[in-house]
């Protein structure tokens, strides 16, 4: 299967959908909710100008609504809505909603009140971490807690609701173990089967990992719109990604000392991010995306810089060869992951002779997951054998082999007979976005839950379940 060459269209009158629909390569622009640090007025002056600029520069197909890169409070997605809405009614806009403090009664409340303001577009996202998420005394975040929605439940019921809004669903390619890089493609493929119309990637700078999920989904004969968010960096943000506080976005630390050191340089790093970001457009492009969404731009100079510079690569870069020596030039140690032994699924990344998956040319890392230690394995066959994944079986035995905590009706057979409250989030249906380098919970340093359980599955032969369309019966 080849690459995808979409066109670049200098003007396009039609929706994101319409234009995946015609085959033209789309920028999206990002503005996200913003916090209420400022009256709502005063917060959203720069969001009007950006929403009538893409009214007018057809390079733009649409305006996205994004929760941010934090959990910080932010106004309310419907108040935005109602104020871009009013100044420019007929743009092209959407919404990305996530599961914090989501059940199905407000979510079907939220996409009525979505389809009234004539939303064209909907992205569901798994919920960052809840900053009032109750703790315990030793600081730990308290289990069981029923403040999140698996956002591939929110998916499955948005789908149900409104069957025929265009609707996306987000990956994040940018995992660096064996265990993380698969549960998202597997994630991403159990979107697909549950409805999803196209993918959103969170936002990287590792191109390889970008290429990395174009080939998996080719060699998963999985040809889909995909989205890539790419997200331009200003002062202090290197700084806030080390330390995890947007959570989900990784960055090596030579990559921050790098972009640290412009930091100093008037002007160093406002340039360097437009000629990044608009490399990583025709990048992108080259690689088989259908479009990228362009996050992190909060002013209309900055706007309209970034979007002219990435025409122009657009234009200079059509050889795959020469965008790669250009980006490995430019980039330098941005390039590099998070650790020394992160993890590709894919051997030869970003080599200026395979640009497009083969089989025989690219071939495949070690894909064979860690086997779950002897303790692991010995509460699993004997919590199966007892069938504790029978909602009416022992509690007192789950408890026990199950780790069970709460109420008593988790879906154990989901996870591998571990119970999803120890997840921070109580995620059932598979994880989240946002977790640390290194496979860490995004509250802290215990690995993903998740983790464990593929392991098991991997064992057990069951990765396949990870897959399979979510259903409510």
Request: glycine letters at 6%; hydrophobic letters at 35%; charged letters at 30%.
């Amino acid at each position: 299967m080849k690459t995808r060459q979409l066109r670049v269209a200098a003007e396009s009158d039609g929706s994101l959908k319409k234009n995946l629909t015609d085959g033209i390569f789309s920028m999206i622009l990002e503005y996200a909710l913003p916090l209420k640090e400022n009256p709502l007025m005063m917060a959203t002056e720069e969001a009007l100008k950006l929403i009538r600029f893409t009214k007018r520069d057809k390079r733009i197909c649409s305006f996205a609504l994004h929760t941010g890169l934090d959990a910080n409070p932010r106004y309310d997605c419907f108040e935005i809505i109602k104020i871009l809405k009013k100044a420019s009614r007929s743009q092209d806009m959407i919404v990305f909603l996530n599961g914090m403090h989501m059940n199905i009664d407000r979510l079907r409340d939220n996409l009525i009140n979505l389809a009234d303001q004539d939303i064209s577009g909907l992205v569901i996202s798994s919920a960052l971490a809840d900053i009032e998420h109750p703790m315990d005394d030793a600081g730990n975040p308290k289990l069981g807690e029923e403040r999140y929605m698996d956002s591939i439940k929110m998916l499955y019921y948005s789908r149900k609701k409104w069957p025929q809004v265009f609707t996306g669903a987000m990956v994040n390619p940018f995992k660096y173990n064996i265990d993380e890089s698969y549960l998202q493609y597997y994630k991403a493929i159990r979107n697909l089967n549950t409805g999803a119309d196209a993918l959103w990637t969170e936002a990287g700078w590792d191109m390889r990992k970008l290429q990395e999920f174009q080939w998996y989904l080719r060699l998963r004969d999985h040809d889909v719109p995909v989205i890539a968010r790419l997200l331009f960096l200003h002062e202090g943000d290197s700084s806030k990604i080390i330390q995890n506080k947007f959570p989900g976005i990784t960055m090596s630390r030579e990559g921050a000392a790098q972009i640290q050191r412009l930091e100093n340089e008037e002007h160093a790093l406002y340039n360097m991010q437009i000629d990044s970001v608009a490399m990583q457009v025709a990048g992108c492009r080259l690689m088989g995306y259908s479009g990228v969404q362009l996050a992190g731009i909060d002013r209309l100079d900055t706007a309209k810089s970034v979007i002219d510079r990435s025409m122009d690569m657009l234009t200079e870069f059509k050889d795959y060869a020469e965008w790669v020596e250009a980006w490995k030039d430019m980039n330098g140690r941005m390039n590099h992951p998070p650790a020394t032994d992160s993890y590709y699924v894919y051997k030869n990344l970003l080599d200026p002779d395979c640009l497009d998956y083969d089989a025989g040319k690219t071939p495949i890392s070690n894909n064979e997951f860690e086997i779950p230690k002897n303790a692991e394995k010995l509460k699993y066959m004997l919590a199966q054998q007892l069938g504790l994944d029978k909602k009416k079986s022992n509690p007192l035995l789950k408890r026990i082999l199950c780790d069970l905590k709460g109420k008593t009706d988790w879906a154990l057979d989901k996870t591998m007979l571990n119970c999803a409250a120890n997840c921070p989030k109580g995620l059932e249906e598979g994880p989240c976005e946002s977790s640390r380098p290194g496979g860490l919970c995004e509250f802290g340093d215990k690995e993903c839950f998740y983790i464990g359980v593929v392991r098991l599955a991997s064992w057990q032969n069951k990765l396949a379940d990870f897959e399979t369309a979510y259903d409510d019966g």
